[in-house]
């Protein structure tokens, strides 16, 4: 279990960042820095490298130069054991209850027991806790892989599309999540196509060939 005490005192510096797949520069000589207490917004078309960046800093991929790096955080972590990264793929055991499921992931992030109950009534899943997870419909499913951010904590998260298959109530519960996170001193990153609705973001917009933040 994390603390939030000095959240707000991290940055996260991204340093003439590029990244290249298959042979094409997805990116060049990206530089931004993010605060704890603050929501940056990746927007651009497809191909701009939103999600390419999103993992990046995960460090599910290797720059191709630059470096990304985080100041203040525990100095026994690396900045992927600082976040919480959601992707397209909701995480989800289709066999297990929606409980089992967030059961799961609370051990498996060494989260504080009670944090299950928050985040089951935060996304709106407490009436479901007993249904098998392949019952449930695409916006079950993604409410269930996003309430994955609650069940431990992390100063950053990083949601790549996260309202995909939400309809507008559900929106709000990702919105409101974020803002809390955000008003007690975390950081969220999120690639998106589409208004998200937080309450305070910037944008950085992809598909240039240098840009800052």
């Known amino acids: 279990m994390r603390s939030g005490v000095g959240e707000a005192l991290m940055k996260l510096i991204a340093d003439m960042l590029s990244s290249v797949r298959g042979g094409r520069a ?3 000589k990206l530089s931004f820095e993010v605060a704890g207490g603050e929501a940056l917004l990746l927007t651009g078309p497809n191909g701009s490298g939103k999600t390419t960046l999103i993992r990046t800093i995960a460090g599910l991929l290797r720059p191709a130069a630059g470096q990304v790096r985080l100041e203040g955080g525990h100095p026994e972590h690396s900045l992927g054991e600082e976040c919480h990264y959601v992707g397209h793929l909701n995480g989800v055991k289709s066999t297990l209850s929606v409980e089992e499921n967030a059961k799961f992931w609370n051990r498996f992030l060494d989260g504080a027991h009670e944090a299950v109950e928050t985040a089951l009534a935060t996304f709106g899943l407490s009436a479901l806790r007993d249904i098998p997870a392949g019952y449930l419909s695409a916006g079950q499913k993604r409410r269930l892989g996003l309430a994955r951010v609650l069940l431990a904590r992390r100063p950053i998260w990083l949601l790549d599309e996260p ?8 929106q709000a519960m990702v919105a409101g999540a974020v803002d809390a996170h955000v008003a007690a001193g975390g950081m969220v990153i999120a690639a998106t196509h589409v208004p998200l609705g937080f309450g305070k973001s910037r944008e950085l917009r992809l598909g240039g060939q240098a840009m800052a933040a």
Request: charged share 20%.
């Open 163 to 170: 309202t995909v298959s939400l309809d507008e109530a559900s």
């Open 26 to 28: 997805v990116f060049s």
